[in-house]
């Protein structure tokens, strides 16, 4: 079992820059990627970008350039560094870890980016 706790959310204006951090917890030697989702206002929830446990990363086409996900010192740890903020960026983020066949969800943190 695993729990997983999402940290860093806030206001910032367009432009500007965030980092959100999620730290995992339980059986964490069982964990080969973790990764973001976001849900904006009235859409599903959709990818952001993953890493594995060899470091290989993957972006949605939509912030590509702008945002870089990294593992932490600690292995049960992930980060997403977040630059040149724009509204649609607004949503709920939500830190992801598959464990085995199955995947554990943190609660999320907001994220609201103004014009």
């Keep these: 079992q695993v729990q997983l706790m999402e940290s860093g959310g806030g206001l910032v204006q367009a432009g500007g820059s965030l980092t959100l951090s999620c730290v995992a917890s339980g059986s964490t030697a069982m964990i080969s990627v973790m990764g973001w989702y976001r849900q904006p206002p009235g859409k599903q ?8 446990i060899g470091g290989m990363t993957n972006y949605a086409d939509s912030v590509k350039g702008r945002f870089t996900i990294s593992r932490g010192n600690a292995k049960n740890a992930v980060s997403l560094q977040m630059n040149s903020l724009k509204p649609e960026d607004t949503a709920v983020y939500y830190c992801n870890a598959r464990i085995r066949v199955k995947d554990s969800w943190g609660q999320g943190t907001q994220v609201t980016v103004s014009s």
């Design 45 to 52: 929830r959709e990818l952001v970008a993953v890493i594995t």
